[in-house]
């Protein structure tokens, strides 16, 4: 099975998630209304099983919560894609939303890194910072130990920028994670 959960509990957030690669119900839950609602599309257009319940330090603001959410996010795929065999590795994605275009490149390569180029006009999407976009795809970067290129080229609304992106990801994702035909890594190297 192609799953995994994740609990982690620090001082500052106490986070469960729960993901299955190859589908499942989509519950999430985490104190900040855009927030469940950029995970949600995550899952459901990714097509994965998530579920997701955090309690934050949300009085101090919304970077812990959603910080920490990458990391154990993160941390629930590289768990599911074990040693990384198997699967296509590559996948990359467009999504237009309005008049917002947002675009994702990533490879499940154990070598974490992210490149994003995007800036956002307003500095907030009901009680979610915009700001803290670039560190949630950063920490779900470096511990889901993938590449992530995200760009958003043009975009007026970050409502649409972000949730473009959110859905870039996930459909890229879902890419890089599908069943290769004979179950290797796919790698000259014979491992990632």
Do not use: W
């Not at 675009?103 to 700001?131: H, M, W």
Request: contains cysteine; charged residues 20%.
């Amino acid at each position: 099975m192609r799953t995994a959960t994740v609990v982690r509990n620090t001082k500052e957030t106490q986070i469960t998630v729960e993901l299955n690669l190859d589908g499942g119900d989509v519950q999430v839950s985490t104190g900040i209304g855009f927030f469940d609602h950029m995970l949600t599309a995550f899952g459901v257009h990714g097509g994965f099983g998530l579920k997701v319940d955090v309690q934050g330090d949300l009085e101090v603001d919304t970077h812990h919560t959603v910080e920490d959410t990458g990391i154990a996010l993160g941390l629930a795929f590289n768990e599911a894609l074990g040693d990384k065999s198997g699967i296509v590795r590559y996948g990359s994605f467009s999504v237009p939303m309005d008049e917002a275009l947002a675009s994702c490149v990533v490879d499940i390569s154990n070598r974490p890194f992210l490149v994003f180029k995007a800036s956002f006009e307003q500095e907030l999407c009901g009680d979610y910072e915009t700001c803290v976009t670039e560190e949630f795809f950063r920490a779900f970067a470096v511990n889901s130990a993938v590449t992530l290129h995200i760009s958003v080229p043009y975009g007026a609304n970050a409502h649409h920028e972000i949730e473009a992106i959110f859905k870039a990801v996930a459909h890229a994702m879902q890419i890089a994670t599908r069943k290769n035909t004979d179950g290797a890594v796919l790698s000259t190297k014979g491992v990632l």
